[in-house]
């Protein structure tokens, strides 16, 4: 379902540029917004649709739960669990390095969450954040 998604051409006033790839996204991918009829997946709530950067979705699916439901800071047990999924997106896209990706969506999800004045989740983003920031110069080293 993200593959299609993000391979949607739809213009959008909702537009968050950034030097990385972006694409159509739901913008709150979450279970709460997801619905099974026979079998299929549909998604509601799209008032937050619009052209994020690549990944934003997946992350946003990945890490918004663990913060609003578990309220868990594990970022690296969450990376671990879900690099499979993360690897064949991206690389779906012919993007092997996702990293920036998921510090570009770690930096605006900080920023939407400010907007909001959102205590609960700027936090945990603005954590994660820097949880890559050091992970992305430890590689670097």
Known sequence: MLFTLSSQH????RKYDSNLLSCFA????????????????????WELAGQYPLGYDLFTYI??????????????FLL??????????FNYFEIFDW???????????????YEKNNNVLMTPYLNLKNFIVHKMNKLQK
């Open 63 to 76: 890490y918004q739960f663990e913060f609003l439901v578990k309220e868990k800071m594990r970022f690296d």
């Open 80 to 89: 671990n669990e879900n690099l499979d999924i993360i690897n064949r997106y």
């Open 99 to 113: 990293m920036p990706y998921l510090l570009e969506f770690s930096m605006l999800k900080y920023k939407l969450e």
């Open 26 to 45: 739901h913008g709150d991918f979450c279970p709460w917004n997801m619905l099974i009829d026979e079998g299929m997946i549909e998604l509601f709530d």
């Open 10 to 13: 739809v213009t959008s006033n």
